[in-house]
């Protein structure tokens, strides 16, 4: 058995049952081994954004790790920007990329590049295979890394000598650390906190996003008058009907204040004090008041859940006290040009039960939020690390994670492009995803940014780096080039007919809204 | 002045006059000062591997840097694999990347990345503007480096408060130092070796591949018997009738071997001595025979020409001794079904003269370079860095240089998908770039280098990761849907006729040939 193979087989031995592909020369004899070894689906991608996301979007749903293929330091390269987004996300991701073969690269051929120095800015753990006999160990330890909570990136570089040179076989799992419990001492100082009357807010991240968690601190609010929000971006949100309903700490600025202005305490459970996205001039960095204290409940990488429950009981809050959401659909929107808003009165009044929900509609999604609260129950995926290019990709992993869930991308259109190649997977593999496209031609957000920053009055040249029109794309053809059906609305009646169509159909739709 | 347009008047001034971007928030105050500045052009890309691919071609037509202008290390990161590519090559580019302001950093917001870090592999000099007032002369020192002999990516990270914060104006440019002069006993030990007799390859590569520096290497061969041959992968190479014409190295390590038996020295110009693109089991890395000595005439960073020049007066040569190409044009294939060598027999007849060939045809384009030896003069551009997805971005750089010549790409579908966003600027600029796109709907090099590397007997699962068939991508609505009139052919006439049409327009055309 071959490095390679002793690899693929330790992969799928420790529960990694996912690669994500865009192989190479160098990761042949990984690729030739997948064959041999059962239990290792592959799903191709032909840009390696595409293979980095659908492995985030696919750990988001499975809570476990995928593994991605990558072709050496450009390849690692190609994938970056949604490593990054993983990485803030705390989502387990277990990368192989090859790499020349170890005598090969003093000789410095065209592909040859600091591998290990590309990947240590993403990922928690990093190692190159010295020689066959260890790679399957090393796999196995990249795997306990990615596993280790909350979720990490593991990237296990294989030159190319180590995956076909004579291997000792696979390797057991490395025991992976039960999550620490907090501190007693922690329970009761937030406790105290709560009881105190004053105003305070539970900011919450994580795992703790899921209904069990949602209840728990939805039952702690309702005893003790907190308020439990969100993070601005989070990996995976449980809500709609049944659910306990959260809002989130809001993108602008000014909204964030106004939200967190005079809230005396702010508990952390996974997440972090709140930040602006990015620095202004004239506006402050930290999102909470001079005068209010932060509290840690939990951290990422502790038992959150238990915290919860624990701190629940300590404030002798019922467990089912949490006032649930009731099922509520806004109604079809009247016929008449589309706009934002309609188009969030259709998603929410269609949405199916268990849905995944992609969001990268960036500023055309913001509106979505309320129109979806008592919808049937669903799953919402976001952007943790703000590097746009996520949302097509998410969406396909979601769906290799998940066969029998309809997943709905919300996806601009800028955005989409820096990841389109991930239609052309959607369409291999049959995944049931509906793309609502919002197609308003611009870097919108940006328009509002110029502004934010202080750059005001923009002439022709900057407006143009902001227009992604001139020419306009046509989604419609970009679909079909890849093979996904596809369809245009620019009225109301054509949208709720468009979306019906995709929700209908069992493989992959999508829809330019033209805003 | 705000430090940004300190920037781009400094960098204005130092001959940078395009601006390749994708921008985001980080940098608005940058591209409001594009509009402050006349002298930069700004060309807008969908996708920041388009940005970084379109600065390379640019920059080896017009051998001066352009700008990029890149959002964060994610931006970055979209834009590392041409960097690559570009650091390969030996091109001069000046990245520009926006980051948080200098404050904001600590507070870990969901962009903030380790820019350096994601810059180091890929760039030969990196900073990071300290405050507004650096920020004129961190830009002439990074045109600097870039211009550094033979060329260099430079890349300056711009903290958003160094961009809108007072400045004092542009810097002036650092001075460039001339390339050195080679020692004359390198010159003399060379023309002993040459004049010894003994089987003798002159290897070259960078700026020596021009009309000028071949005609030199050509006297010398006519005069000493010595054969000049070109790397493997060139960053522009001159060739066609009158000038003089030149094998490269080829990619299959037993050809290479083969066209190096028996040769006795090897006198590098520009070159590294000659190593295989991979390593594979029982095949040399080094392409040179064990008795073959290797002499350096010059480096890259050294006057190549002079040395040349030197180097043929030493040996007595005429200057004028080259034999150079005679004119001579393939016959226009006649009607059947559509193949690699009939394409190349219809390039090879219709190439206009002055033609910019972007080669990314990768396996396809192999058998081209024989049926365009006679063409008219024309450069031919090839992917140094081995990083695909080069290809449709490169094209686009070398148009955006030389607007009164014809681009042709040569571009293999599977890498083509890497970066087809370059697609769009091509349409948004009105490039007058016709794409022979080679439809094997396969990566096709992969099925060999299965075999090569010894993973023989693919199964169903090995051969789907290397197929992008199923579904098929079609080119035709692909190149629409971004605003590139396009058309399918299947035989040779069809291909003559589509080609016709991509030759007779000005803008960008795409020719899906399917084979």
């Known amino acids: 058995m071959n490095g390679a193979e002793s690899l693929v087989r330790t992969l799928v031995n420790a529960g990694v049952e996912v690669c994500f592909t865009n192989p190479g020369t160098s990761e042949m004899h990984f690729v030739a081994a997948l064959d041999r070894v059962p239990g290792m689906r592959c799903v191709l991608g032909l840009f390696e954004g595409v293979v980095t996301g659908a492995a985030d979007g696919y750990a988001r749903m499975k809570d476990k790790p995928a593994s991605t293929l990558l072709h050496l330091g450009p390849g690692l390269g190609n994938g970056l920007a949604n490593l990054h987004n993983a990485r803030k996300a705390q989502t387990p991701v277990v990368n192989i990329v090859g790499d020349h073969a170890t005598y090969h690269v003093e000789h410095d051929a065209p592909l040859t590049a600091d591998v290990e120095g590309i990947a240590w800015p993403v990922s928690a753990w990093v190692r190159t295979s010295r020689d066959a006999r260890s790679v399957a160990a090393d796999g196995a330890e990249a795997v306990a890394a990615a596993w280790t909570r909350p979720g990490q990136v593991a990237t296990l570089i294989l030159p190319a000598d180590t995956a076909w040179e004579d291997s000792d076989g696979p390797a057991g799992m ?18 105290a906190v709560l009881r105190s009357g004053e105003p305070t807010v539970i900011l919450m991240a994580g795992r703790v996003l899921r209904a069990d968690g949602l209840a728990i601190s939805g039952a702690i609010a309702a005893a003790t008058g907190a308020r439990v929000i969100g993070q601005m971006s989070n990996a995976r949100l449980e809500r709609g009907a049944g659910r306990f309903t959260i809002d989130r700490v809001p993108y602008p600025v000014d909204q964030a204040l106004a939200m967190l202005e005079g809230v005396k305490n702010i508990v952390l459970v996974g997440a972090k004090a709140p930040v602006a996205f990015f620095g202004y001039p004239d506006k402050p960095s930290r999102l909470w008041p001079q005068d209010c204290a932060v509290h840690t409940l939990a951290e990422p990488r502790e038992d959150m859940l238990h915290a919860l429950e624990w701190l629940a009981e300590e404030l002798s809050a019922p467990r089912d006290g949490a006032l649930l959401q009731s099922p509520a659909l806004p109604p079809l929107p009247a016929d008449g040009p589309l706009d934002i808003d309609s188009i969030a009165c259709a998603v929410g009044a269609l949405l199916p039960e268990n849905a995944i929900v992609a969001d990268e509609a960036i500023g055309s999604g913001r509106g979505l939020h309320p129109y979806t609260l008592g919808s049937p129950p669903h799953d919402w995926l976001q952007i943790c690390g703000g590097a746009i290019g996520l949302g097509v990709p998410m969406a396909t992993g979601a769906a290799v994670a998940c066969p029998h869930r309809k997943v709905i991308g919300l996806q601009a259109d800028g955005s989409a492009m820096y990841t ?37 009055n923009p002439g022709r040249k900057a407006l143009d780096m902001l227009e992604i029109g001139r020419p306009d794309l046509d989604w419609v053809s970009l679909a079909r080039g890849m093979g996904v059906e596809a369809g245009r609305a620019t009225s109301n009646a054509e949208f709720i007919r468009e979306l019906r169509a995709g929700l209908a159909s069992e493989g992959p739709y999508l829809i330019e809204a033209v805003i």
Chains 1, 2 share one sequence.
């Open 174 to 191: 490395p025991a992976i650390p039960e999550p620490p419990r907090v501190a007693e001492d922690r329970i009761k100082s937030v406790a």
């Open 420 to 456: 389109l190649q991930g239609l052309w997977t959607q369409a291999r593999e049959g995944l049931d995803v509906t793309t609502v496209l919002f197609a308003n031609r611009a870097y919108a957000s940006l328009k509002h940014e110029l502004f934010n920053v202080g750059a005001r």
